[in-house]
């Protein structure tokens, strides 16, 4: 755990002056900036697959983005993540030719008013009960084996850039050594207030982007790139239902729901905040966002536990984080257009699997507050079958039968 903060306290007797407490909740320093890049890894591999492959409009996802991750911030005052959603991410990535811009905007439209119905009926709350502590801790550790899987992949993967680009120094494995000294640098810098390692990452990953010949397809266009009204039919609304949707639902009960909210209890143990994390909430505030974001062709987007954990890993405490990326990508959207977009593509391949590496690393050592055999094994299975299996619902949904399996009958392991 980084040393800055392991443990969130509830506030003095001298902060109750509500303008103190909000200040206090949203720090704006040079560490609370580089958390707020921490979550890159995660983000930008699937969103600028989906803007090449899906042809999206880079403005109207980076806005979404932008605009999603200032709300989070402000309203819950910590460092609440807005990622992709993966499930629909890695199915539009892989169909390109029948999962177009309409059927994604259609699965947003979907997917937020899902969220929505559930959260102010109150069914997210009931369906919350089901994930007890072993459950959750078996998502967590999930989610951070793939992150080191994914991590690795990306350090190691013969390209430098995610969009084919090919290097000036082709045969060489430019992205491998790029890699491995980023590795080094965040390792040496995790702690370091003066140079903040994800700062130094990103800052690297341009520098070497551009020099192993990332600029010979930047766009210097400013402004914002087109932004279309979708208008999706009845087919892309069954498309987006059967392909998109059905597949994530499981997924985002289980991570962006209720394990963002359970991580949230374990790294800021007594923050007054924590109120407002809640599993219900966060459906609420995905669902908020997800359906107008839907009608403009962006990508449909969660909270979840592993931008949470790559966050706090690179500092991030406050609420102060989510809005520094979130006006950073406003910025993107509107004010540097394309050319944003093409510096962001740029960053080499080995430099988010880094960042996705030391994401992963903070969310397994979660499982150790695990108390007993019985509830390692079943986040241990619920991991095992997760990373057998393309779709993570069925290691949920099996991970909570067997949990209730074991607790009716008393079994002991």
């Given at each position: 755990?980084?040393?800055?903060?392991?443990k969130e306290t509830g506030p003095s007797h001298s902060e109750t002056d509500e303008s103190h407490s909000v200040s206090r909740c949203l720090q704006f320093d040079r560490v609370e900036l580089a958390g707020a890049f921490g979550d890159l890894g995660?983000?930008?591999p699937i969103v600028v697959a989906m803007i090449f492959i899906n042809k999206l409009s880079p403005s109207s996802v980076f806005l979404a983005f932008g605009l999603f991750y200032i709300m989070a911030g402000y309203y819950y005052r910590l460092p609440i993540p807005v990622q992709p959603l993966k499930a629909v991410g890695a199915i539009a990535i892989a169909y390109p030719a029948v999962i177009t811009e309409s059927v994604i905007g259609a699965s947003g439209i979907i997917f937020g008013a899902f969220l929505l119905v559930v959260s102010l009926t109150g069914l997210m709350d009931w369906m919350a009960k089901l994930f007890s502590q072993a459950v959750v801790r078996g998502i967590q550790l999930t989610l951070g084996l793939i992150f080191l899987k994914k991590g690795i992949e990306l350090i190691i993967h013969k390209d430098i850039f995610m969009s084919g680009l090919q290097s000036v120094l082709p045969g060489y494995p430019v992205n491998l050594m790029i890699g491995i000294v980023v590795f080094c640098l965040v390792l040496l810098l995790l702690d370091n207030k003066k140079f903040p390692a994800a700062l130094v990452a990103l800052a690297i990953g341009v520098i070497s982007?551009?020099?192993f010949g990332g600029y010979s397809k930047l766009s210097l266009s400013l402004g914002p790139t087109e932004m279309r009204l979708i208008s999706p039919t009845p087919g892309d609304f069954w498309t987006a239902l059967i392909m998109l949707i059905l597949p994530q639902i499981p997924l985002t009960i289980g991570n962006a729901c209720v394990g963002t909210a359970e991580t949230c209890t374990s790294l800021f143990t007594g923050n007054p905040q924590l109120t407002k994390a809640k599993a219900g909430k966060f459906a609420f505030s995905m669902g908020i966002m997800n359906l107008p974001a839907g009608f403009f062709g962006a990508v449909p987007m969660c909270h979840g536990t592993g931008g949470l954990a790559a966050h706090y890993r690179f500092g991030a405490r406050t609420g102060g984080a989510p809005i520094m990326?979130?006006?950073?990508f406003?910025?993107?959207?509107?004010?540097?257009g394309q050319l944003g977009f093409s510096l962001l593509s740029i960053i080499p391949q080995s430099v988010l699997g880094v960042?996705?590496?030391?994401?992963?690393?903070?969310?397994?050592?979660?499982?150790?507050?695990?108390?007993n055999n019985e509830e390692y094994?079943?986040?241990?299975?619920?991991a095992g079958i997760a990373l057998a299996v393309p779709n993570m619902g069925w290691a949920f949904g099996v991970g909570i039968c067997v949990d209730y399996f074991i607790k009716k009958f008393k079994v002991k392991i």
């Amino acid at each position: 755990m980084s040393k800055r903060l392991t443990k969130e306290t509830g506030p003095s007797h001298s902060e109750t002056d509500e303008s103190h407490s909000v200040s206090r909740c949203l720090q704006f320093d040079r560490v609370e900036l580089a958390g707020a890049f921490g979550d890159l890894g995660t983000l930008l591999p699937i969103v600028v697959a989906m803007i090449f492959i899906n042809k999206l409009s880079p403005s109207s996802v980076f806005l979404a983005f932008g605009l999603f991750y200032i709300m989070a911030g402000y309203y819950y005052r910590l460092p609440i993540p807005v990622q992709p959603l993966k499930a629909v991410g890695a199915i539009a990535i892989a169909y390109p030719a029948v999962i177009t811009e309409s059927v994604i905007g259609a699965s947003g439209i979907i997917f937020g008013a899902f969220l929505l119905v559930v959260s102010l009926t109150g069914l997210m709350d009931w369906m919350a009960k089901l994930f007890s502590q072993a459950v959750v801790r078996g998502i967590q550790l999930t989610l951070g084996l793939i992150f080191l899987k994914k991590g690795i992949e990306l350090i190691i993967h013969k390209d430098i850039f995610m969009s084919g680009l090919q290097s000036v120094l082709p045969g060489y494995p430019v992205n491998l050594m790029i890699g491995i000294v980023v590795f080094c640098l965040v390792l040496l810098l995790l702690d370091n207030k003066k140079f903040p390692a994800a700062l130094v990452a990103l800052a690297i990953g341009v520098i070497s982007g551009l020099a192993f010949g990332g600029y010979s397809k930047l766009s210097l266009s400013l402004g914002p790139t087109e932004m279309r009204l979708i208008s999706p039919t009845p087919g892309d609304f069954w498309t987006a239902l059967i392909m998109l949707i059905l597949p994530q639902i499981p997924l985002t009960i289980g991570n962006a729901c209720v394990g963002t909210a359970e991580t949230c209890t374990s790294l800021f143990t007594g923050n007054p905040q924590l109120t407002k994390a809640k599993a219900g909430k966060f459906a609420f505030s995905m669902g908020i966002m997800n359906l107008p974001a839907g009608f403009f062709g962006a990508v449909p987007m969660c909270h979840g536990t592993g931008g949470l954990a790559a966050h706090y890993r690179f500092g991030a405490r406050t609420g102060g984080a989510p809005i520094m990326i979130g006006i950073f990508f406003v910025l993107i959207a509107l004010v540097l257009g394309q050319l944003g977009f093409s510096l962001l593509s740029i960053i080499p391949q080995s430099v988010l699997g880094v960042l996705l590496v030391f994401a992963g690393l903070e969310l397994c050592p979660l499982v150790r507050s695990l108390k007993n055999n019985e509830e390692y094994f079943v986040a241990l299975l619920i991991a095992g079958i997760a990373l057998a299996v393309p779709n993570m619902g069925w290691a949920f949904g099996v991970g909570i039968c067997v949990d209730y399996f074991i607790k009716k009958f008393k079994v002991k392991i």
